[in-house]
């Protein structure tokens, strides 16, 4: 059974920081790309951040130079540290794993809500 939980949604004013937690399960996190993806009122889900299982990283062009995607492969956690907040930023925030097959398994959500 895959489970995908995120924590560390939050409320805060433009410019702070944030940090999002995904603790996933062993079985699908040691050989998923995990990413981080986001879902504004009105708008598709779109992708903020993703890891591989080697570390490489893929971020969107919005929010390079203030979001850090890491993997902690000893808890099995991937975390996404957001500075510099911005009201776009905005959204419920996906964990999100893809395995080696192409297949996608999602966490519930977790809302950012970032105020001016």
């Known amino acids: 059974q895959v489970q995908l939980v995120e924590s560390g949604g939050a409320s805060v004013q433009a410019g702070g920081s944030l940090r999002l937690s995904c603790a996933a399960s062993a079985n699908i996190f040691r050989i998923s790309r995990m990413g981080w993806y986001r879902q504004a009122p009105g708008k598709q889900r779109e992708l903020v951040a993703s890891i591989s299982t080697r570390g490489t990283t893929i971020y969107a062009d919005s929010v390079k130079g203030r979001f850090t995607i890491s993997r902690n492969n000893a808890n099995n956690t991937v975390n996404l540290q957001m500075n510099t907040l911005k009201p776009e930023d905005t959204a419920v925030y996906y964990c999100?794993?893809?395995?080696?097959?192409?297949?996608?398994?999602w966490g519930q959500g977790t809302q950012v809500t970032v105020s001016s």
């Open positions: 999100n794993a893809r395995d080696p097959f192409a297949r996608d398994y």
